[in-house]
């Protein structure tokens, strides 16, 4: 079994940035696919993006594509989501989750370890 745990989450301004952190537990997630999703109150939760542990680019979602960038410790076991030039509608609970497989999925469905979220509030 995998725990993860996020933080780094907080109130920003539009424009402003934000580093999380996801630390895991439990088992090394050295061949683990990681990623971040986020949800928003009444809203499905949506993939932002994933490292494999192959030599693959990360994946990430075009909303947040040039200004989010996942990257991977295996030393510290710990995964990090830098986020930049934010925006309001980058509002959301912030999810780590992970999947003992090579292979980046967007479905969360294919995650089967998940951090509790940590939330991120862009101000205008």
């Known amino acids: 079994q995998v725990q993860l745990v996020e933080s780094g989450g907080g109130l920003v301004q539009a424009g402003g940035s934000l580093r999380l952190s996801c630390v895991a537990s439990?088992?090394?997630?050295?061949?683990?696919?990681m990623g971040w999703f986020r949800q928003t109150p009444g809203k499905e939760r949506d993939f932002v993006t994933a490292v494999s542990w192959a030599r693959d680019s990360p994946l990430y979602a075009d909303s947040v594509k040039g200004r989010f960038t996942i990257s991977r410790d295996n030393a510290k076991n710990t995964v990090y989501l830098e986020m930049s030039n934010l925006k309001p509608e980058d509002t959301a609970v912030y999810y780590c989750a992970g999947r003992s497989s090579w292979k980046v999925v967007f479905g969360g469905d294919e995650y089967a370890y998940w951090g509790q979220g940590t939330q991120v509030t862009v101000s205008t």
């Open positions: 439990g088992r090394s997630i050295s061949t683990y696919t």
